[in-house]
């Protein structure tokens, strides 16, 4: 069994939407399980199995939920499993534990589900641009679906009952990814990191350890999942974004104000060695795109480069994206980092000759 | 305490745990809480990240040295296991990783501490599952009414004891017969 190559032109990729400038994308999770039966990781071979087929047979009965495509991580290589990992479409949980583990893809892969991950259910929306609530509407609608068909371990006094109790009640993780160049450059991340953590919402680089994310991409997040209705913890969310972006577009306005030549050639400079570079790794490109990123932003590309491009470049440079394009299943860093070189001057010749 | 209701980091203990951190050390997994400040300074492999696993046994090597081994042991509560799934209460607290649903009652001294350390709260007000609310709605009602009987007993009001004590048993007959499938 093969993998269709992921296609990125989908939904999630397009890096359209609301405040697009600088929310990439808006995600919301739900942790379930089946009543009766042990959690994943300590469940028998027997009950994953049955676990797998119950969730099977409710997305096979429930009309709504027609059109998932069904990846069995056991079938597929583990270059094919980096690749879902790398596109965010299963975690490292999953693709370290292919056994019985599945997930089903649906509407472009905007919707994703994992079977057998740490919880029997981790089920997940994503939306491109600043739409937790829409993310949320859509999983929500496939979780009351299913629950129509598979008794979840629930209980009255705590919700939902899941693997680790920092999931507890809800199940529900509502994130937003977020694109802070401004307030990196300004200084002022690590306080406001510090502020927001204080706050219950937790915030990390999506790329690379705490404060300092490659990328200036960092994901928010709600903590608390039990005391608080879904409806809460997503406003609670949005109340936290709303004042980061705010933040971050005063940042940026006064760099642009008050340091402009400093912002410009940091933007062409980053422009300069990825197209040019004859060896580059991922962190060192994935900071450069960041630049690009300010840049379109800025209106500095005249739309020849677009949110769309940089999105699918952020994947596309991954090891096993690289890899799988030379059909390799694996490679040593140097020749990944000239392969990664000779990817990037490539595309963002093509791109910008061609629009 | 200026942090009540909250998990401490548990490597500074100050201040507040905001990150769930994983270590694999051959086939052993181990998760702890951690600050944010205590994740840039150590920067370790985040469980939903992809940073590399040196970072973490670097963390942990550092961990014991502040805090020595024997504390972190000492912390691990008396050996007990589910009923239900007989995992130990001691993999739970290494891995910060439940067995089965059932776990939740076998220790739930010890996760009602943690829960409420972590959300600050111990009840869900949150979506209840289609195929499960009447059922839940009902046993609600149950506790509910076994609570006001008690409280009828007490202020010895026999009439209306009497009188829940009916409806308990009405209700609990009803729960105890299986739906008619159409
Ligand atoms: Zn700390
Ligand atoms: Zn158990």
């Not at chain 1, 990729?13 to 919301?28: D, I, Q, Y």
């Not at chain 1, 972006?245 to 005063?250: G, N, S």
């Not at chain 1, 004859?278 to 490109?285: D, F, K, M, Y």
Request: proline content about 3%.
């Amino acid at each position: 069994m093969t993998i269709p190559l992921l296609d990125l032109s989908d939904r999630w990729f397009a890096g359209e939407g609301p405040e697009a400038r600088t929310v990439v994308s808006s995600r919301c999770r739900l942790a379930r399980n089946l009543a009766g039966v042990p959690f994943s990781r300590t469940a028998q071979p027997v009950q994953q199995e049955a676990v797998a087929r119950r969730i099977a047979d409710a997305l096979s009965v429930e009309a709504g939920l027609k059109g998932f495509q069904r990846i069995e991580l056991s079938e597929i290589s583990t270059a094919e499993r980096a690749i879902l990992r790398e596109a965010h479409l299963i975690s490292p949980e999953l693709e370290r534990h292919a056994d019985h583990c599945a997930v089903y893809l649906a509407d472009n892969a905007r919707i994703s589900i994992m079977v057998n991950e740490e919880d029997h259910l981790r089920m997940q929306a994503i939306e491109t641009g600043y739409r937790v609530r829409e993310a949320h509407r859509a999983i929500d609608e496939i979780d009351s679906r299913l629950s129509r068909h598979l008794t979840y371990a629930f209980s009255p006094q705590l919700g939902h009952l899941t693997a680790c109790p920092t999931n507890t009640g809800t199940g529900l993780r509502a994130s937003a990814m977020l694109h802070l160049p401004g307030l990196v450059l300004a200084g002022r991340i690590d306080r406001i990191v510090k502020d927001i953590a204080n706050n219950g919402y937790a915030v990390r680089g999506f790329y690379g350890e705490g404060t300092h994310s490659a990328g200036d991409l960092y994901q928010i997040s709600n903590e608390v999942t039990l005391g608080k209705s879904e409806e809460e913890i997503i406003s609670g969310l949005l109340g936290v974004v709303d004042q980061l972006i705010e933040h971050e577009h005063a940042s940026r306005d006064e760099l642009f104000a008050k340091r402009r030549p400093f912002i410009e050639d940091s933007i062409w400079r980053s422009y300069a060695t990825l197209s040019q570079a004859r060896l580059i790794n991922s962190s060192e490109a994935i900071s450069l795109l960041s630049r690009l990123r300010l840049g379109i932003d800025g209106g500095h590309f005249n739309e020849r480069l677009t949110h769309h491009d940089l999105n699918r470049l952020l994947i596309e440079i991954q090891p096993a994206h690289l890899a799988s394009r030379r059909g390799l299943t694996d490679a040593d860093d140097e020749s990944r980092d000239a392969m990664r070189a000779e990817f990037l001057r490539q595309r963002l010749a093509d791109i910008v000759s061609s629009n | 305490m200026a942090l009540h209701g909250h998990r401490l980091c548990d490597i500074c203990n100050k201040a507040r745990a905001t990150i769930k951190y994983t270590r694999i050390d051959g086939d052993q997994v181990r998760e702890m809480l951690i600050c944010q400040a205590c994740a840039s300074e150590h920067s370790p492999l985040h469980r939903h990240s992809e940073a590399e696993v040196g970072g973490l046994q670097k963390l942990f090597s550092t961990l014991l040295k502040e805090k020595g081994a024997s504390e972190l042991a000492a912390k691990v509560e008396p050996t007990e296991c589910c009923s239900v799934c007989g995992t130990p209460f001691e993999t739970y607290r290494k891995t910060f990783l439940l067995g089965c649903p059932g776990c939740y009652e076998s220790f739930a001294d010890a996760l009602t501490i943690d829960l409420r350390k972590i959300h600050g709260a111990i009840t869900h007000r949150g979506k209840v599952p289609e195929g499960q609310a009447e059922e839940i709605e009902q046993r609600e009602t149950i506790v509910g009414m076994k609570r006001q009987l008690a409280e009828a007993v007490e202020r010895e009001d026999f009439e209306a004891a009497a009188h829940l004590r009916d409806r308990i048993r009405d209700m609990e007959r009803e729960e105890e017969t299986p739906p008619e499938t159409p």
